[in-house]
């Protein structure tokens, strides 16, 4: 039996090793590729993915588009300067927030952000203390939210990115995410292009990234950790490319955690996918049996992580925990602008 215990997943990862830039070549990063059934490592550079793939197998994309959703503003009753974080759009103008601080926060309270272009009025405080807000702005709020909302980079990436699009993947397409499905970092457009001529089948999913990759694991028991929900689309079109490829005796490749945790949320339970739309606060670590995934990219992931639990279910703890020490030995770039890995 896999442990179940978060501190179980912890590892030693020297500072220096957290990625603070993407690289100018998206495909120049480095790829530690696992094979899982031996435990064998391959050092190759992200390019070299097209080596592991075969003529039919289905590559599953997530095309979410990262708004900039941090803004930050002034309560207008004190000029008490206060961050807001966009996760989650509950209706036209009703957004589930993460504000700090949020005592200064409570029902009622106004906030003002690029003096008044764009307001908020904190509606009620909703589970584990997020607020929701509803906002009014003059024109058009995705324009308004251009204008004065920042990228919202992780808390561990301290440099200003300098080009917004390097924390969207090229084949984002649907606003929504509060965070970037960053394994999809790693592509161009000429390598996908590339794939496609060679036979392998694209699959595009939404699911926009929420509070669960902000929020880090506190129960050391972790069937007592309760993931926060995240809205996904599966199209018929990308159901029927899936489910032709485990038909077909191929392979899905899932591009992320977030691609992967879209599709087995809408597995239904005889291994193929149907096209919906919903909300899935799916938990994957080990013990989990994949229904649809065969395979995975993703890049390397913050220690005691629900993605590093994910990721623990494909492959094994022991082996994952093996796996990040050879990419520590090897100084592997880590986390959102870092390296990637293939799981086979």
Excluded at 92 to 118: C, M, Y
Excluded at 218 to 247: D, F, G, P, R, V
Aim: proline share 4%.
């Amino acid at each position: 039996m896999e442990q179940l215990r978060k501190s179980d997943y912890d590892f030693d990862l020297p500072k220096e090793l957290i990625a603070q830039t993407p690289l100018t070549d998206r495909a120049a990063s480095r790829l530690l590729v696992l094979h899982r059934q031996t435990g064998e490592y391959e050092h190759k550079t992200f390019r070299n993915i097209k080596d592991y793939l075969q003529p039919g197998d289905c590559l599953v994309l997530n095309n979410t588009k990262v708004i900039p959703a941090r803004l930050m503003g002034v309560k207008a009753d004190t000029g008490a300067v206060i961050e807001v974080l966009l996760l989650k759009r509950k209706s036209d103008d009703v957004w589930e927030t993460l504000v700090k601080p949020g005592k200064k926060a409570r029902p009622g309270a106004v906030i003002s952000f690029g003096d008044g272009l764009i307001n908020g009025t904190v509606l009620e405080i909703g589970e584990e203390g997020n607020r929701l807000i509803r906002f009014s702005y003059e024109g058009i709020w995705e324009e308004a939210l251009d204008r004065l909302g920042e990228m919202p980079l992780p808390p561990y990436i301290t440099q200003k990115l300098e080009d917004k699009n390097r924390y969207q993947t090229v084949y984002a397409k649907y606003e929504g995410s509060a965070a970037a499905p960053t394994a999809g970092l790693h592509f161009t457009n000429e390598l996908l292009q590339e794939l496609e001529d060679s036979g392998i089948v694209l699959a595009y999913v939404t699911l926009h990234v929420g509070l669960g990759t902000f929020r880090p694991v506190k129960t050391e028991n972790l069937l007592e950790h309760h993931m926060h929900s995240e809205s996904y689309e599966i199209t018929e079109e990308a159901a029927e490319k899936i489910n032709h490829a485990k038909q077909t005796g191929h392979r899905v490749i899932c591009v992320g955690t977030t691609s992967c945790r879209t599709i087995e949320s809408a597995a239904d339970g005889n291994g193929l996918l149907r096209a919906c739309h919903g909300d899935t606060d799916i938990f994957i670590y080990p013990g989990y049996r994949f229904q649809i995934l065969d395979a995975l990219i993703t890049n390397f992931h913050l220690p005691e992580s629900t993605l590093i639990m994910l990721v623990s279910a494909l492959a094994g703890r022991e082996q994952v925990l093996a796996a990040y020490q050879e990419a520590v030995k090897e100084r592997y770039r880590f986390f959102s602008f870092g390296d990637a890995m293939l799981i086979i």
